[in-house]
């Protein structure tokens, strides 16, 4: 990566050749193309000289004393919950550190789709491709329910996909991850079981036709997104593999699973690496408990076994959707989380607002790309002395 080039960090593919943007008058210039990258560098405003302000229970406060009341809360609480999670691979692994330190349960924003992936993942295996092989070798890119056009601008011409052949298995819209488009799961075991066959029904319509041009094509490729299907994701992701491992018996078939965004392989990955397990585990002074369908926030809200929430955000600036104002509640995240929330942390008295650098954007740091190929370097476009989530961490710790 050359001075002038920048890796954004705003979407899972994590584009490594672009222009790195400018700052002028305290504004991020962003000479690119892509959507993602622009939206995602305009909610920076730097004012390097300014001291940095959160929220401490309805008031602004500086970062130190919000540091200290912090080291309080995680002090006093017997059961907190570590959710947010968007962070590259050094914030991963000092909220974990923290983590373990205060027997946390931990999980990810996207914890619904990476949980389902994990257990078909367990039961079935898989067979991955990547974005770079996929660009290469595949002539046949089939995508389930829609091109990631919005999510994922630069997608078609990253893998080439003008010359290449496409097909999209339409599905119904899912609004929430409670919706069931189970007439698309009967769809992929019809595919399935046509190719397992060796059959050609001109009765199933385009189910016949995709499979003709399967059957034809030397190297396919099968791109989905499992945020896209709710609760059958896993079912999804299990017919997904059979259908790939029956292609690669005379052929090559490869998948490629979209599901990356805000840091979810980064910190996925990380702890793995450092303690073995997955997402929606709680942390003992004993061992590390799995338990994916006990440990996500909904969940441990329903049967109130936390007694306090943390969210930890260094790319986007959303809060949980649940409702947490009856706990107390420590959000870290980019300033625009306190601008786009400012309401909400003046109106409820027992939250806390930490403002900490985004990795691409005001920090270094290191990332994962969506095929899980690659650890994609983030170089720092300003510096603004604003706390790291690493830096963070580090005194809360030391406050405790």
């Known amino acids: 990566m050359s001075n002038s080039s920048w890796a954004c960090p705003f979407c899972a593919l994590h584009c490594d050749d672009l222009v ?30 300014e001291n940095k302000f959160g929220y401490l229970y309805g008031q602004k406060e500086i970062i130190e004393n919000l540091i200290t009341e912090t080291s309080k809360v995680l002090s006093s609480s017997q059961s907190p919950f570590f959710g947010g999670l968007g962070l590259d ?49 595949a002539d046949l890119i089939i995508f389930l329910k829609s091109e990631p056009n ?16 496409s097909w999209i298995i339409k599905a119904k819209s899912v609004s929430n991850v409670t919706s ?4 698309f799961l009967e769809g992929m075991r019809s595919i399935l079981y046509l190719l397992r066959n060796n059959l050609s029904n001109p009765d199933l319509g385009s189910n016949h036709e995709l499979v003709n041009l399967v059957r034809n094509s030397s190297y396919c490729t099968f791109v989905w997104d499992p945020q896209e299907f709710g609760e059958l994701s896993e079912y999804i992701a299990n017919t997904l593999m059979e259908i790939a491992k029956e292609i690669n018996q005379k052929k090559r078939a490869g998948i490629l699973t979209l599901g990356s965004d805000n840091g ?38 329903e049967l109130k076994t936390i007694d306090s929430i943390f969210g930890f955000q260094s790319f986007c600036d959303n809060l949980p ?63 603004d002395n604003i706390h790291t989530v690493e830096k963070l961490i580090s005194q809360i710790i030391d406050n405790m």
């Not at 919005?150 to 052949?165: G, S, V």
């Open 20 to 49: 790195a943007p400018k700052l002028n008058d305290k504004k991020v210039l962003n000479a690119n193309k892509c959507l993602k990258a622009s939206e995602g560098l305009s909610r920076f405003n730097f004012k390097s000289k």
């Open 89 to 137: 691979i050094l914030g991963s692994r000092s909220v974990i550190k923290l983590a373990k330190e205060c027997n946390a349960t931990i999980d990810h924003m996207h914890g619904d789709s990476i949980s389902a992936v994990l257990k078909s993942f367990q039961a079935k295996g898989t067979i991955f491709t990547t974005l770079s092989e996929i660009k290469s070798r």
């Open 150 to 165: 919005e999510r994922l601008p630069r997608f078609a011409e990253l893998i080439n996909l003008h010359n290449k052949k």
């Open 180 to 183: 069931c488009d189970f007439s």
């Open 264 to 301: 979810g392989l980064s910190f996925q990955n990380t702890l793995s690496w450092m303690t073995a397990k997955s997402i929606r585990s709680k942390f003992s002074t004993k061992s590390l408990h799995y338990q994916p369908e006990l440990f996500s926030l909904k969940c441990c809200l």
């Open 321 to 383: 959707d649940e409702n947490v104002s009856n706990y107390p509640f420590v959000a870290v995240g980019p300033e625009s989380m306190g601008k786009k929330y400012s309401r909400f942390f003046k109106e409820n008295k027992n939250t806390i607002f930490i403002p900490i650098a985004t990795p691409g954007v005001n920090t270094t740091g290191y990332i994962i790309r969506c095929d899980g190929a690659a650890i994609i370097p983030l170089r720092k476009l300003v510096d």
